[in-house]
């Protein structure tokens, strides 16, 4: 019971075990995942540590392996999942695993550097290819073009032969008869050339002749080169010096310039032996691929498992690092903190990893005494984790303090559910909550934020789909529409004549007619059997009555539950002993609490069991502001004799619990610390040993009136705050009504005005309109009622659980135990 409501009872532990069994014990404790080792060194950098070089060389191996799992996502490779435990390697083994990662690497990086320049060699035979074949019209254009005169010309004459022409001439001359012409090939990326031929234009004033045409994309280019699109252009020029001028143009934009033979058969020749060269560079391309797949394959049958030795290696030296070495390097000390009860285990792990490594010496065990705080270790299972993250959110707690996840396990989906109380929409989230459940292996491959919280809180929104169906069961409420399976408790028939008032003409004249409950055989006298009268569902003043009944509902369930956090205190009082606190702050708490918001349900009770007219019933609302103010008026209508005096009595008692809790705890602090200032001042004067205490006592008499004056605020502070805070926080609990009420309206509203109006639909193309505004209002219904209004719902529950619950009693100051596990660390790093 203890450990349920309660963090694990924990001891520091000193441990004295030989170096060369170090690795296999701390593996051991690593596998059981019990223990959380104390920093020895806390003033160390990392460079002063031990076994830094280790942890080095594992940060590279995991730089290795990264490297590896990246090259295998690319090649497309499935990397093999683990089968079994893997043992942790011993520190010999480091060094061939070590060795074993470098020849993979380099072996990879020369692979991939030699496909690169492979693959380059391609793409250059290929534009080569591309110029060769596009170039043979350039050739036959341009000799036609030069050879015979032309007129002068200051524009640029542009003709379109199965490809763009751009042809400039000089305005000052004209040519005439063949041309001795020179020329520059070569290919350039296509957003490029525009810029290309200005510069050309403007360097030259159009003494060349260029021509360019784009290579057509194949599926081979595309998957060699990519998307880059480029331009294969000749440029014929007249003179070896405006030819060099060219090269240096297009160097300057990184255009690639091939040779190209001047004559036909040199060209086809050429291209003959382009095209063996491809084939060749080809398949060796192919059989590189196949070797490289290969390579990485066989990598990942094992990257795995390399992984996770490596993350435990790591973990391993991590932890040495955290522990003293003797003077004669053979035994290391460390201090653990770990669960009382689990002392055994960790010594049977300890005694077997001794065992392993063949070390003679049975490794010591010796729990020390500290004043230090333990660490805080609830012990969970994958149903509570959910519950005790969503404590552990609003603050870690502190040390043996009472726990709330397992109340909040049955609290949390409550208010949940009371906020979207609808059993349609609950069992909607029930069964979305078992489907996760079944899934969740599969879906956490997924590795997506949104899954993994869907995933880690999947039994939180199962418990809260059935509150859900629990609360809208009571509200008689299912998709806006309500059961009767019982039967009514509420008759029509006899209201009508001759045992009622009503006759067929009053049917006609009144549009609202109301039920009266004094008419022999209207009511039955029992309630329904269980929820809400179906017959509310088509009052006219039904949300009139359901505001009434979910805000006093509200009340009497924020109450309960903060007088239940109140309560939860006085068990953490019990347990450190905090006797005085009892009686100066709880039972003050409770007595403000239960003479004030505790007498407020009891007159919701109240008022709910006794009969009343109606026309004068008094409001419960103005009956409470009424007593808070005195204001007892003759024409005040009460519920109860003597209702007066005990009002007087409850407020007279709650306003005498403040001066108690502000006043009585500073007093008696300040009285017992006079009492010690009057023992040490009353010592024999003579005495040497009381001089030097009166001396002491001197230097921190103004540090003592300092903290006296810290304890009265502190205590002025939390009186003001729990006496507002009772008042706030109960108003704070109204959101459930005020949620409630919100997701009902708005279920009606889905209902009305579309899947209704589907059903009202006569005509022929009424049962595809059914269909289509069916599927509108399912969608309707999953995201605005039980996406946006669970979240607003789930929420809202979490603020009520932090804010108006856990400040009664949950001081959450703790630091969480953090122990070596690597079931943790590979789940984690995953």
């Not at 060389?57 to 990397?79: G, H």
């Not at 490289?292 to 030296?317: C, D, F, N, P």
Request: charged share 20%; with cysteine; hydrophobic share 45%.
């Amino acid at each position: 019971m203890s450990s349920l409501f309660r963090s694990e009872e924990m001891c520091l532990v000193q441990l004295f075990f030989q170096t060369e069994s170090a690795h296999n014990c701390i593996s051991e404790l690593g596998h059981l995942g019990l223990v959380q080792f104390k920093d020895l060194n806390p003033s160390a950098t990392a460079f002063q540590r031990r076994f830094v070089k280790e942890v080095k060389k594992c940060e590279e191996m995991e730089r290795i392996l990264r490297y590896l799992e990246k090259e295998m996502v690319k090649s497309n490779i499935v990397i093999a999942a683990t089968k079994e435990k893997e043992m942790v390697p011993c520190a010999r083994d480091v060094l061939e695993l070590e060795s074993t990662f470098e020849k993979l690497e380099q072996e990879l990086r020369e692979i991939n550097r030699n496909h690169a320049t492979l693959r380059q060699n391609l793409i250059e035979l290929m534009d080569i290819d591309s110029l060769l074949r596009m170039t043979e019209d350039f050739f036959e254009e341009a000799e036609s073009l030069l050879t015979y005169s032309e007129p002068p010309s200051e524009d640029s004459v542009s003709m379109t032969v199965s490809s763009h022409i751009t042809s400039r001439r000089n305005s000052n001359s004209s040519t005439s008869g063949a041309l001795h012409l020179s020329f520059v090939a070569g290919v350039i990326k296509q957003e490029r050339f525009p810029a290309f031929e200005k510069v050309l234009w403007r360097l030259f004033h159009g003494n060349f002749v260029l021509r360019h045409a784009e290579i057509q994309a194949t599926e081979e280019l595309q998957a060699v080169r990519g998307a880059v699109k480029k331009d294969v252009f000749i440029i014929f020029v007249q003179g070896d010096h405006v030819r060099e001028k060219i090269r240096k143009v297009c160097e300057g934009f990184r255009a690639s310039l091939y040779s190209c033979p001047k004559t036909l058969y040199e060209r086809k020749q050429m291209s003959n032996s382009v095209m063996t060269q491809m084939e060749d560079l080809r398949m060796i391309l192919r059989r590189t691929e196949e070797y490289r797949a290969g390579v990485l394959t066989r990598a990942a049958e094992h990257v795995q498992e390399w992984g996770s030795k490596v993350k435990k290696m790591k973990a391993i030296y991590y932890t040495l690092n955290l522990c003293n070495i003797d003077i004669t390097q053979k035994l290391i000390v460390a201090e653990i903190w770990c669960p009382v009860s689990d002392l055994a285990v960790v010594q049977n792990a300890l005694i077997k990893g001794s065992e392993q490594s063949g070390s003679s010496v049975t490794p010591v065990l010796n729990r020390i005494q500290t004043q230090q705080t333990p660490p805080t270790f609830n012990r969970t299972n994958t149903f509570t984790e959910g519950f005790q993250a969503i404590i552990d959110a609003y603050g870690v707690g502190t040390y043996q303090e009472i726990n709330p996840a397992p109340c909040t396990i049955v609290t949390f989906p409550f208010l949940f559910a009371v906020m979207f109380g609808d059993c349609g929409h609950g069992l909607v989230m029930t069964l979305f909550a078992v489907w996760v459940i079944s899934q969740a292996e599969s879906l956490r491959k997924w590795k997506n934020e949104v899954t993994d919280v869907v995933i880690g809180g999947r039994y939180i929104i199962l418990l809260m789909g059935m509150f859900s169906i629990y609360t809208g069961l009571i509200y008689n409420d299912c998709f806006s529409k309500s059961f009767n399976i019982f039967g009514s408790s509420w008759c029509v028939r006899p209201m009508f004549h001759p045992h009622g008032p009503w006759q067929n003409e009053t049917l006609h004249e009144y549009h609202h007619l109301q039920l009266n409950p004094s008419v022999p055989g209207v009511y039955s006298g029992d309630p329904y059997v269980f929820g809400i009268d179906p017959v509310w569902n088509i009052a006219s003043n039904k949300l009139s009555f359901l505001n009434s009944f979910k805000m006093k509902m509200s009340v009497i369930l924020g109450v309960s539950h903060m007088l239940f956090g109140v309560t939860l205190s006085l068990v953490n009082f019990v347990h450190f002993r905090k006797f005085q606190d009892i009686f100066l702050q709880f039972v003050p708490q409770l007595i403000f609490m239960l003479s004030l918001f505790g007498y407020l349900i009891f007159l919701i009770l109240y008022k709910w069991c006794i009969t009343l007219r109606s026309e004068t019933a008094p409001s419960i609302l103005l009956l409470f502001i009424n007593m808070m103010l005195f204001d007892y008026q003759s024409e005040h209508v009460l519920l109860y004799g003597g209702q007066k005096g005990l009002q007087i009595f409850l407020v007279l008692t709650a306003v005498l619990m403040v001066p108690v809790l502000l006043l009585v705890k500073p007093f008696l602090i300040y009285r017992t610390r006079m009492k010690t200032r009057h023992q040490v001042f009353g010592n024999n004067p003579n005495d040497q040993h009381g001089t030097d205490t009166r001396s002491s006592f001197s230097h921190h008499q103004k540090d003592e009136m300092v903290s006296m004056g810290d304890i009265s605020v502190y205590q002025a502070i939390h009186t003001v705050e729990f006496c507002l805070g009772c008042i706030s926080n109960t108003a704070s609990y109204l959101r459930l009504w005020a949620l409630s009420l919100a997701h009902a309206e708005l279920s009606e509203v889905l209902w009305r005005m579309v899947l209704q109006v589907g059903l009202k639909i006569s005509s022929g193309m009424g049962s595809l309109m059914l269909v289509v505004l069916f599927a509108a209002f399912a969608v309707l219904t999953v995201t605005i009622l039980l996406v946006m209004e669970g979240l607003s719902a789930f929420l809202h529950a979490l603020r009520l659980h932090w804010v108006e619950f856990q400040n009664k009693f949950y001081e959450g100051s703790g630091y969480k135990f953090t122990p070596l596990s690597f079931d943790s660390l590979l789940k984690t790093q995953q």
